[in-house]
């Protein structure tokens, strides 16, 4: 790749290193950047101390043309960000007399008293232009760094998220927008279920020997595999007409396990198919216990499509809420075509619903036989006019979790491929 | 803090840099570190480039005694931490035997042939010890680094969080526990709900600035608060009075948003609990959609308590499945006091169980209404032989994910707090 600038991230704060706090900052600042068809060219993560902030702001200045830094410009004695790149730049700090006028007047605006120790928000480095923040009193600055001859610009923002967010959107995107405007990137997600990172990355061994200019790049987010096609250019028709092409082969290339392509959940995707069909779902869940129902209603607006659904862990819920025979649970067994094929016509009847998925398996860690060992789930979809269907996978026994993760995944993609198979 | 190592980390491959991944890995190491008494001095991010991976090792090699990297070692061809590791030290790779038996028989376990990339995950820097890695194919490995004169041992581990939080707490803490065992470091956890983290430092101001020698930690498990008061010292009956006392006092400075203490989530309490009171419980949810359950059923073992539970969107599936009155739902609506107490009754009647909860408001985003707006939820709680008792919440509009986040939790304090105050 090569970039119009290198950009790299320094975030400061003891906090980001002894474990209170996620640094999601730095893959803020990567989306951005990404989408524009930058690269952030790395990231480091210094502690509140004057000689290594001063040594990682050299260190990044020497090899960068932008150092975006987050955190220390808070009014308490801990906050020495500017003071840091003041001393590396070699310069005096000077007092900003309109950005402590901002500050005083959000105090005002409180109705509090101004602690004393605002007015550090407001001394900033000699070199420094200042960025406004409309959403805190900490205002951002950019201070030019020259190290071994290397000019660099030091953007520095606060580590509150969104003020964060608020100044690199006000400021820092437009600026490398501009700048950045003559490169084409175009993407292309095909999102797999049921297949390992390896096995796909071997199935588009020859793919991706066979077209070096595009990148494919891999993403494990359990249980799905995300792949990744990326093409760079100048002409965006051409690039978009070779992300497809190759997007299309790569689909083929890895087979089955691709449900389906972009960013857009399962979840999302079923309840966009069936609110188009007017149809509704209900779920009738033992091993996945509440997960595939989570997940659909997790979705802003799932109450249109979603009715409702069952947990039934012990046997005489399964009786009581969703109709399922005692005479299969005594023969058979909880966990068996027959009770997944009960469940889901019991709930699909019951809460009068056009689809029910059910499920039911051994999540462990206990409870597993030779015959049902744990991981082995049956699901069974019942649906609007047609026979209800019953599968069984057998998901490898990656704990408790992994599995129900899997299962439930697997439970939403039968429904997706069912309705929109029934819809073509 | 005084440091008996110096301890960096590096987190290696593109997706932690263009935003796709958040990196949590590094505040996982950091928190692990920080309850040893340890610091992590510093952390980094590159890309899945060969020159800017060979770099920051040796560049983190140089000023560290131990280097933590994750990620890059799975079996694509743009896993290349290893190469990388062997390139800085300088020395060749070697083929494991044994690692790349237990990988085959992690395939053969699952029954799936074993793609021939795998064997990268096997190939490992020449002069490196292995570590085995129960849950994932990848092993881990630790490789001598010496750079200008410092000899720093480079620890590597997959960057999928579970596989690197399993090499972590096997092989590295207990190796650097053992250096930092002359240190006593004594924690006490208040776990609490309801209260904003500045709300809750406020009220802790008084007794931070009276024990100055005890260090309060706050961070937001949203939707929890969790204060952490730690005491370092030479003496462990000292330092446990010590931060028994401090946290006895900070639990009263608090107040009633405190829910317990110790790293137990709340539903492994309520299932303890339950479980010797020879209780069952079931869910009724409404708003919060299987979260509920989903939490409860997470517990390994949840079975012998939870029986099951519904999750009713639908006006029709309250009716049906938990036996609402519809006069109920026409006169006063679902969100109600009168909704949630019939929830709660219909549920624990139905499925035959000891305590019954129940949850019904207004997630949002839309929905909301002056009368009703979102973030307004009613819970209703049915016990064995006792009245059923109903709470309305009003919810911060933190958004559909957080509210009922928020909602869940609050759900599962009502349980423990009347399973635990009926035993007394």
Known sequence: VTNMFRIESLAIGDELLDGRVVDKNTADLGDALSQLGLELQGARTVPDRRALIVGALKDAARRSDILVTSGGLGPTSDDITGECIAEAAGVDMRFDDEAFERIKGMFAFRGIPMPDSNRRQATLPATSRTLINETGTAPGFVTPLVVDGNACEVWSFPGVPNEYRHLLQTYLLPHVRERASTRVLVRRTLRSLGAAESAIGERLGALEKENPDVRVQYRAAFPEIIVR????????????????????????????????????????????????????????????????????????????????????????????????????????????????????????????????????????????????????????????????????????????????????????????????????
């Open 229 to 424: 096609v990326v093409v760079e250019g100048d002409d965006v028709t051409k690039c978009e007409q070779r992300a497809n092409d190759v997007a299309a082969r790569a689909r083929k290339d890895i087979g089955h396990s691709v449900w389906g392509e972009g960013d857009e959940p399962l979840e999302v995707r079923i309840l966009r198919v069936l609110e188009n069909r007017k149809e509704t779902l209900v779920t009738a869940e033992s091993c996945t216990g509440g997960l595939v129902a989570k997940r659909i209603t997790d979705v802003p607006g799932s109450s249109s499509v979603m009715l409702g659904g069952v947990v039934s862990y012990a046997n005489d819920v399964k009786i009581a809420m969703l109709a399922v025979p005692p005479a299969i649970l005594s023969t058979v067994g909880a966990v068996s075509e027959e009770t997944a094929r009960a469940m889901a016509e019991g709930a699909q009847k019951r809460m009068g619903a056009s689809w029910a998925i059910a499920t039911t398996g051994v999540a462990g860690p206990g409870g597993g036989s030779d015959d049902k060992p744990v991981g082995l789930v049956w699901f069974a979809l019942a649906g609007p006019g047609r026979a209800t269907i019953a599968v069984k996978k057998k998901f490898p026994d990656f704990g408790r979790e992994r599995i129900r993760e899997m299962a439930a995944a697997h439970a939403l993609r039968m429904i997706l491929e069912a309705a929109t198979g029934a819809a073509s």
